[in-house]
């Protein structure tokens, strides 16, 4: 079975208020954009979200979002956050540092 992969940008809009509101000056921050998988002769496909891992000396983060959602799935937690709250903890992990 033959597969297309079709990169999804990462959204504008989620970008843009993690640089404004969270204080990130000790953090490493990586956007990774999605996927879309299709299954070729089929009406399936399968997106692969948005990652944003964020590191600093002491700890790692991955987050995974789904596209314009204003959810944030972190998957060590196994939890399903809103923006706000995860821009806090992006702020105290900095101040953590």
């Known amino acids: 079975m033959k ?3 079709e990169t999804i940008e990462f959204p504008c809009e989620i ?3 993690l640089k404004i509101k969270a204080s990130m ?3 490493d921050v990586k956007f990774i954009d999605g996927h879309l998988i299709k299954f ?3 009406n399936l496909s399968v997106q692969e979200p948005h ?3 964020i590191s600093n000396k002491k700890n790692t983060l991955v987050a995974l979002v789904h596209d314009n959602e204003d959810k944030i799935y972190l998957p060590s937690e ?3 956050i809103s923006l ?3 821009i806090k ?3 105290t992990i900095n101040k953590n540092v």
Request: hydrophobic residues 35%; proline residues 0%.
């Open 3 to 5: 597969t297309t992969i």
């Open 15 to 17: 970008k843009k208020k």
């Open 51 to 53: 990652k944003i891992i």
């Open 78 to 80: 196994n939890a399903i």
């Open 89 to 91: 903890l992006l702020n």
């Open 40 to 42: 070729d002769k089929t």
């Open 25 to 27: 000056g000790n953090l």
């Open 84 to 86: 706000t709250k995860y």
